[in-house]
C-alpha cells in the first residue's frame, strides 16, 4: 500500500511540474545535451528522434531504462524486416514520459532485430529469458471452472476475455498502413464468415455500422 500510496503522490508532483512549466511558473528543464533530444509530447514524429533520447528525472517507464547510448547508436536510423523505424517503435514512449513500457515493436521480427533493446525489457516486465520457450496449453479440459452457484451468478453483469492475434505476414500497430489494415480485415473477416456450427456468428464491422447494431 505504501509503494501505491508513494507512485501516486510522485505522479502528481510530476504533474504538477509540467503544468507549472507550461503556464511559466517553473523554469523549464534544461536543454539536452549536444545532440540529444529531450522527451516530450514535442516529439510529434519519428524523424523528430534526432539523438539519444533525455528523459526527466523520475521517469519509470523500461524505455527509460534500458535505453542507453548504445543501444540507441546500434539501432538508430534503422528498420526492421517490415520497414518500421526503431525511431517509430520508441516514439511513444520518447512523447509520453508516464508511460509503463514506452516500446512498440514494429513486426515480431524486431525482436530479434532488436534484441538489444526488447531482451531485457522483456525480462524486466515478463521475467522471460532469452533461452525460455513458450508454453501454450490449449487444452480447455484441464481447466478448473465449475458453474457459478445462482447467488454467485446474480453478481456478474457481464465478463470478457481478450484475445488478439497477429497475421505473420503483416507489421504489428505501430507500423501498419491503412490499406494494410483494410487487408488484415478482409482477410479475418473471410474467415470468420466460414465457421459453421456454434462458432458460427455475424461479423460487424466498424465502419458503416447501423446505430442499431451499435446499441
Given at each position: 500500500?505504501?509503494?501505491?500510496v508513494?507512485?501516486?503522490?510522485?505522479?502528481?508532483?510530476?504533474?504538477?511540474?509540467?503544468?507549472?512549466?507550461?503556464?511559466?511558473?517553473?523554469?523549464?528543464?534544461a536543454?539536452?545535451?549536444?545532440?540529444?533530444?529531450?522527451?516530450?509530447?514535442h516529439?510529434?514524429?519519428?524523424?523528430?528522434?534526432?539523438?539519444?533520447?533525455?528523459?526527466?528525472?523520475?521517469t519509470?517507464?523500461?524505455?527509460c531504462?534500458?535505453?542507453t547510448?548504445?543501444?540507441?547508436?546500434?539501432?538508430?536510423?534503422?528498420?526492421?524486416?517490415?520497414?518500421?523505424?526503431f525511431?517509430?517503435?520508441?516514439?511513444?514512449?520518447a512523447q509520453?514520459?508516464?508511460?509503463?513500457?514506452?516500446?512498440?515493436?514494429?513486426?515480431?521480427?524486431s525482436y530479434?532485430e532488436?534484441?538489444?533493446?526488447f531482451?531485457p525489457?522483456?525480462?524486466?516486465?515478463?521475467?522471460?529469458k532469452?533461452?525460455d520457450?513458450?508454453v501454450?496449453?490449449?487444452?480447455?479440459?484441464?481447466?478448473?471452472c465449475?458453474?457459478?452457484?445462482?447467488?454467485?451468478?446474480?453478481?456478474?453483469?457481464?465478463?470478457?476475455?481478450?484475445?488478439?492475434?497477429?497475421?505473420?505476414?503483416?507489421?504489428l500497430?505501430?507500423?501498419i498502413?491503412k490499406?494494410q489494415r483494410?487487408?488484415?480485415?478482409?482477410?479475418?473477416s473471410?474467415?470468420?464468415?466460414?465457421?459453421t456450427?456454434?462458432?458460427?456468428?455475424?461479423?460487424?464491422?466498424?465502419?458503416?455500422?447501423?446505430?442499431?447494431?451499435?446499441?
Open positions: 500500500m505504501t509503494l501505491l508513494q507512485d501516486m503522490y510522485d505522479g502528481v508532483k510530476a504533474m504538477i511540474k509540467r503544468e507549472m512549466e507550461l503556464r511559466g511558473g517553473a523554469k523549464p528543464a536543454a539536452a545535451a549536444p545532440g540529444n533530444v529531450k522527451a516530450g509530447p516529439l510529434k514524429k519519428p524523424e523528430d528522434i534526432t539523438g539519444f533520447v533525455e528523459f526527466p528525472a523520475g519509470k517507464s523500461l524505455l531504462k534500458f535505453l547510448p548504445e543501444t540507441y547508436n546500434a539501432y538508430k536510423g534503422k528498420k526492421d524486416s517490415c520497414g518500421v523505424s525511431e517509430r517503435m520508441i516514439l511513444s514512449g509520453n514520459v508516464d508511460s509503463g513500457i514506452g516500446v512498440y515493436a514494429g513486426c515480431h521480427k530479434y532488436m534484441e538489444k533493446l531482451d525489457i522483456i525480462l524486466d516486465y515478463h521475467g522471460h532469452k533461452t520457450k513458450h501454450s496449453n490449449m487444452d480447455h479440459s484441464q481447466l478448473k465449475p458453474p457459478f452457484s445462482a447467488e454467485e451468478a446474480a453478481l456478474v453483469q457481464s465478463t470478457r476475455i481478450r484475445v488478439g492475434r497477429n497475421l505473420a505476414e503483416f507489421p500497430g505501430p507500423g498502413s490499406e483494410n487487408k488484415v480485415e478482409s482477410l479475418v473471410g474467415v470468420l464468415s466460414k465457421m456450427g456454434e462458432l458460427k456468428g455475424k461479423y460487424y464491422p466498424l465502419k458503416g455500422m447501423s446505430k442499431k447494431d451499435q446499441d
